[in-house]
Each structure stands twice: as C-alpha cells, then as structure tokens.
C-alpha cells in the first residue's frame, strides 16, 4: 500500500463499510484529560504569545514552525496520540535534516502536544516540506503543521493557496475540511473513529 493510499484507508473504510478500528481501540486513542474550553483558548492565546516571541529572535533566514494535532473534540491528548505526534515530527525532521534548528520549544498539555521550531529554511520552501508530510505520510492527515511569519506585529500561518494547493480534505467525507468543521457536518465520535482508524492503518504503537 503507498503512503497516499495508507492516509486514505480510514475515509475509505468507512465509507466502503470495511472494518474499523474496534471501539477498545479507539477508547484507547482518546485515553486522555479532557480540555475544558477556557483551556483551548488559555492554550491559543499561549502558543500567539510564544510564537511573537520566537519571530521576533528569528536570525536572517530562519522560519518558525508550529507542529501540532488536529484532533477534534475535548480529548487531545493521550499515549496513543503523543506516539502518533513523535512519528509525525520525525517524519517532518528527516525533510529538512540538512537545515539548521536553531530553536525547540515543546509544549505538552491538556490542549495537546505542541513543538515550535527555527528552522534556518524559506518559509515557503519549509512550507511544501511540511505539506508533503500531511499529504504523504501515513499518519500525515492526523498533523497539522504551520510555517509562521510576523505580518503587522502578528503570527500570520503561510497558507496551501500560497502555494497553488487545495485546502485540506475531511477526514471522512472529503470535502474541504474547514468547511465541515464550520457547519459541524460530522459528529466527534464519528471523526474520532476515523482518526483511530488512520492510527490503526499506519502502524502506530504497532497496532493493526
């Protein structure tokens, strides 16, 4: 099974009607604290205040990178979730091995695992690198990476049209994802089996 194929298959086995991830499993994906919203936004508020910070003692020719999940719902964390991201960050370090990380902040909490980085790369170069990943890998639809810059004294994320792409797909639907996102077209346990199936489906912590 190629990398593409492998991102697709828990999209494709739910919609085919092909065996899922069983309910333990996912239970065991989602085994974590359960974030409260004041905390998303403590969370969102932080991470704008680190990454001003980092942009602003960014060297000539360096470019911040934001490495996060997106997992929807209140459990953003868990075992099975941190292994997922360690796999996934890897994967995006070994695209720019020969650039120089000056920088490594790794926030882990109740909102997620979170790790920002100065990476000395052009923005829209580090970009591609990073969408690679999330198209690619096969644990790639579970990341969510953001090349950051500093527009009018605010962190403003490069964007896929930037570089002629189409904005990410549903997990489950295909779709544009913010878009199902913004009318909440599917349910959190549905997306959470979806993600478990995506996790099951690439080998993570050696399930499947």
Request: aromatic share 2%.
């Amino acid at each position: 099974m190629s990398d593409m194929h492998a991102c697709d298959a828990g999209a494709k086995a739910m919609a085919s009607g092909a065996p899922t991830a069983d309910a333990a499993f996912v239970a065991s994906v989602f085994d974590g604290p359960e974030v409260e919203l004041a905390e998303m936004l403590d969370a969102r508020e932080n991470r704008a205040r680190i990454q001003r910070d980092l942009l602003a003692e960014a060297l000539p020719g360096e470019t911040l990178l934001s490495a996060t999940l997106s997992i929807p719902g209140p459990h953003k964390t868990s075992a099975v979730l941190e292994s997922a991201f360690r796999e996934l960050v890897r994967a995006l370090e070994s695209g720019f091995s020969g650039a120089r990380v000056r920088s490594r902040t790794r926030i882990s909490d109740a909102s997620g695992p979170e790790l920002l980085m100065l990476v000395k790369m052009p923005a829209l170069e580090l970009k591609r690198l990073a969408i690679d990943v999330e198209e690619h890998h096969p644990l790639g639809r579970l990341a969510d990476f953001d090349v950051v810059e500093l527009t009018d004294g605010m962190p403003r994320p490069v964007s896929r049209i930037e570089l002629g792409l189409a904005p990410r797909r549903c997990l489950i639907c295909g779709g544009e994802a913010k878009a199902c996102a913004r009318s909440r077209a599917h349910t959190v346990k549905d997306m959470q089996v979806a993600i478990a199936e995506i996790i099951r489906q690439g080998g993570c912590c050696n399930n499947g």
